[in-house]
């Protein structure tokens, strides 16, 4: 019996930008529910939530301040429980964003630590008479002075969202409380905000500099934490079926693949792939490759090239739409468990401002801020706020062309007039040729077969700028060649195959050459008895 996760696709939504339903500029869960049809019409099996707990929101939630409600932005405990039936009623899962790293600096918990050394809380956070080196990841230093009890406590992203103290055993059994809290709501697992941060170095070494930069040595993926995780995941797992994916920041496969696997996370986010900066096909085959030979066979990587900490893959990659396509095809034909990103069905693309006060990320105003007091100009400090911000991948999901392509007064939901290259689900939906009819049939071939959800690689290799992969289970075995380059490149494979899905025609005659074409993905079906692609 395949888990079901991973015969699913995740489909990640943006609490604030997905829908709106009460006119309040700002997205909930009424609005998701009015969605589920168009979900499982696109074919997903899972939704994961960024978080919708009680936040003052600094960084969109990710700073949470109480663990056992929902935002009143968002709606009601009863709008989640609805929202978590109708999910299941179409047999659509649920993931919830846990950041167990830190919380809110409004957090109760917070508060009482704060109020003196001797408070029952304090050991919850970390504290220390003085800062060592090591910075936030938002930039400048990861401490702050607090006058009350004259030390300063640590916090690896913004001031406001305070690290706890995971040596101290009372933060686990509050942690676990929360997530048993959530799973007894029906959750069918969670996304585990920056979970290898959750130790830190005992002895607070000072973190070393490369080329100007800080290396994150001793704030993270320290001694400890594996065991930390193995807890947590034994912890779920007792429920039947749960399902955990961590985000591990980091790009290095030798450590991203300690933290899956047998009584360990799920799966993990694999950065080394879904964080290539400049597209090159060379690259992420290789990354492809170096995750296969690295992953023992327990172990599935993820999928994904774009969220809402990241610029979206069709911009970043060159605003092509073919090209969007391919990636497409990438993510929901390789090995591993696909995280399709809201509105990357559509194309949606990037926004960038031109007037840093429309700007909501923390993590670029951060930007904007440290570069004017490095002594840049406001045209230079706002080019690097853009370079950091995350507000371009966070606009509300394009429904129709009322839809803003932006934010108004910091609220995503306000609407514009249209703007001449926003692409709509309404003028999608029922056109063939469309991105979002695209992804539809990408999604069904993924349901229909089983090989290309577990199937292994048969074989993985790259040619003149091409991608081509064979998958294979004991029944089937699927061909997908993914031409990166400008020039049609040809392979040598099996007599009659059948064409399963193509971007640029609509039949193969079945001959033992696959010419493939400019920019063309195509998938292909063999049949299993036979010998795969000749090499050469
Ligand atoms: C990772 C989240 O994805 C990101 O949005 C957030 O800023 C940091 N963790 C801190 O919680």
């Given at each position: 019996m395949v888990k079901w996760w991973k015969g699913s696709t995740f489909y990640e939504i943006y609490m604030p930008s997905f829908k709106d339903s009460n006119g309040d500029g700002?997205?909930?869960?009424?609005?998701?529910?009015?969605?589920?049809?168009y979900l499982k019409?696109?074919?997903?099996?899972?939704?994961?939530?960024?978080?919708?707990?009680?936040?003052?929101?600094?960084?969109?939630?990710?700073?949470?301040?109480?663990?056992?409600?929902?935002?009143?932005?968002?709606?009601?405990?009863?709008?989640?429980?609805?929202?978590?039936?109708?999910?299941?009623?179409?047999?659509?899962?649920?993931?919830?964003?846990?950041?167990?790293?830190?919380?809110?600096?409004?957090?109760?918990?917070?508060?009482?630590?704060?109020?003196?050394?001797?408070?029952?809380?304090?050991?919850w956070y970390i504290w220390r008479d003085k800062p060592n080196n090591w910075e936030s990841f938002f930039g400048g230093t990861a401490w702050e002075y607090d006058k009350t009890t004259n030390q300063y406590y640590y916090h690896a992203f913004a001031k406001e969202q305070v690290d706890l103290n995971w040596a101290n055993p009372e933060v686990k059994c509050a942690m676990f409380d929360v997530m048993k809290f959530w799973l007894e709501k029906g959750v069918d697992g969670f996304r585990l905000d920056v979970i290898n941060f959750l130790k830190v170095n005992d002895l607070f070494s000072d973190n070393p500099y490369e080329n100007g930069?800080?290396?994150?040595?001793?704030?993270?993926?320290?001694?400890?934490?594996?065991?930390?995780?193995?807890?947590?995941?034994?912890?779920?797992?007792?429920?039947?079926?749960?399902?955990?994916?961590?985000?591990?920041g980091s790009e290095d496969l030798e450590i991203l693949k300690q933290y899956s696997g047998l009584r360990m996370l799920?799966?993990?986010?694999?950065?080394?792939?879904?964080?290539?900066?400049?597209?090159?096909?060379?690259?992420?085959?290789?990354?492809?490759t170096a995750t296969e030979d690295a992953y023992n066979k327990e172990q599935v990587p993820t999928l994904f090239f774009s969220s809402h900490d990241m610029s979206r893959h069709i911009s970043r990659f060159g605003g092509d739409k073919g090209?969007?396509?391919?990636?497409?095809?990438?993510?929901?034909?390789?090995?591993?468990?696909?995280?399709?990103?809201?509105?990357?069905?559509?194309?949606?693309?990037?926004?960038?401002?031109?007037?840093?006060?429309?700007?909501?990320?923390?993590?670029?105003?951060?930007?904007?801020?440290?570069?004017?007091?490095?002594?840049?100009?406001?045209?230079?400090?706002?080019?690097?706020?853009n370079?950091?911000?995350?507000?371009?991948?966070?606009?509300?999901?394009?429904?129709?062309?009322?839809?803003?392509?932006?934010?108004?007064?910091g609220k995503?939901?306000?609407?514009?007039?249209?703007?001449?290259?926003?692409?709509?689900?309404?003028?999608?939906?029922?056109?063939?040729?469309?991105?979002?009819?695209?992804?539809?049939?990408?999604?069904?071939?993924?349901?229909?077969?089983?090989?290309?959800?577990v199937g292994n690689y048969k074989l993985l290799r790259f040619k003149d700028g091409m991608i081509y992969f064979v998958r294979t289970n004991q029944a089937e075995k699927i061909v997908v060649a993914l031409n990166f380059s400008e020039q049609a490149v040809s392979l040598k494979v099996e007599e009659g195959m059948k064409l399963l899905l193509s971007t640029k025609r609509t039949s193969f005659e079945g001959k033992n050459v696959l010419t493939v074409l400019a920019n063309e993905a195509i998938i292909l079906k063999g049949d299993i008895s036979n010998d795969l692609i000749k090499e050469g």
């Open positions: 700002i997205g909930d869960f009424s609005g998701i529910i009015s969605k589920l049809d019409g696109l074919g997903v099996g899972g939704i994961w939530l960024t978080p919708f707990y009680p936040s003052p929101k600094v960084d969109n939630g990710y700073d949470i301040s109480n663990y056992y409600a929902i935002d009143s932005d968002y709606g009601k405990m009863e709008d989640f429980e609805l929202f978590i039936r109708e999910a299941h009623k179409r047999d659509l899962r649920v993931i919830a964003d846990l950041v167990l790293n830190h919380t809110s600096s409004e957090h109760p918990w917070f508060q009482q630590s704060k109020s003196s050394k001797d408070n029952p809380k304090r050991d930069e800080q290396t994150h040595l001793f704030d993270k993926d320290q001694e400890g934490i594996l065991s930390v995780i193995s807890e947590i995941a034994d912890f779920v797992h007792q429920y039947p079926d749960k399902f955990l994916v961590g985000e591990v799920d799966v993990v986010f694999n950065f080394n792939i879904g964080s290539i900066g400049e597209f090159d096909a060379k690259t992420l085959f290789q990354q492809l090209r969007a396509k391919l990636i497409a095809t990438l993510m929901l034909m390789a090995k591993g468990v696909p995280f399709l990103y809201f509105g990357d069905e559509i194309g949606m693309r990037d926004w960038i401002t031109d007037d840093i006060s429309k700007m909501k990320d923390v993590q670029g105003i951060m930007g904007y801020q440290l570069a004017l007091q490095a002594g840049k100009s406001h045209e230079e400090a706002l080019l690097s706020a370079e950091k911000s995350r507000d371009k991948s966070r606009t509300p999901m394009q429904w129709n062309a009322q839809a803003n392509v932006g934010f108004t007064d995503p939901w306000i609407t514009i007039p249209k703007n001449a290259n926003q692409v709509t689900v309404e003028e999608q939906l029922d056109n063939p040729a469309s991105m979002l009819s695209f992804y539809k049939s990408l999604l069904k071939l993924r349901k229909k077969h089983v090989a290309l959800q």
